[in-house]
């Protein structure tokens, strides 16, 4: 009797066992299939927005362009008429500073002569002495030119500041709008010597030709 229980209740034992093991599997399962439909929910979520982030609608910004200030300045037609007005205003202090310098030396040659008559009634040390003030007199002279000289400089300074203020304002513009068009945030000039792959300098050159020869046509037929 008692073996028969034994095996009885090993029996129910087993089979206690197996309905446990089954709901075990049963929940791992169920477990498993919730977090395969999540993670189906972020992936297709996840290539919706790189979609959206590369569509058309909603391009892509490049961080960073560089384009070559030095070829822009060699070629585009802004900075050409630029660097004719600033050699125009060199031009003016040059032949200013001519007639400054002119002026002095003969206003020197003129005291030296002076100085000759009047020491040839002195003494030498009275000599030495009017030397002295003749000296004083002729630096009084190269001063008083020098400052012509700052203030013609003074004058022209901010005609040149200007020329080259409005050059770089109507490149600024260009190489603004060319840079929106290409999608690209910030620019950098190439010489910085950093590598940037994007270059936009071509399309900035190509852009300000346009513009150049819209100008132009409007000049010539008011269109």
């Known amino acids: 009797m ?22 075990t599997v049963l929940a791992s399962l169920l477990m498993i299939t919730v977090l ?7 992936r ?15 391009k892509t910004k490049i961080n960073f362009g560089s384009v070559d200030v030095a070829r822009l300045r060699k070629e585009l037609t802004v ?26 030396n003969k206003a020197t040659a003129q005291l030296m002569r002076e100085y000759e008559i009047e020491k040839a009634a002195l003494d ?18 190269a001063i008083e030119a020098q400052n012509k000289l700052d203030a013609k400089q003074k004058e022209l300074n901010p005609k040149r500041a200007e020329i080259e203020a409005d050059a770089r304002s109507k490149v600024k513009r260009i190489v603004r709008e060319v840079a929106q068009k290409e999608g690209v945030r910030h ?6 010597g950093l590598y940037i792959r994007h270059d936009i300098t071509d399309k900035v050159i190509e852009a300000a030709t346009k513009q150049e020869k819209k100008q132009n046509r409007k000049r010539l037929f008011g269109k």
């Open 44 to 58: 297709a979520y996840t290539f919706d927005d790189v979609k959206d982030i590369f569509s058309k609608k909603n």
């Open 79 to 104: 900075y050409k008429q630029a660097e004719k007005q600033l050699k125009a205003i060199d031009e003016e202090y040059s032949e200013y500073s001519k007639l400054v310098l002119v002026e002095q």
């Open 187 to 192: 620019i950098i000039d190439k010489k910085s």
């Open 36 to 42: 395969s439909v999540s993670t189906s929910i972020v």
């Open 124 to 141: 030498r040390e009275e000599a030495l002495n009017l030397l002295e003030v003749y000296n004083q007199r002729a630096n009084a002279l």
């Open 2 to 23: 008692k073996l028969n229980d034994s095996i009885s209740k090993m029996s129910k034992w087993r089979l206690s066992m197996s309905k446990k093991k089954f709901i």
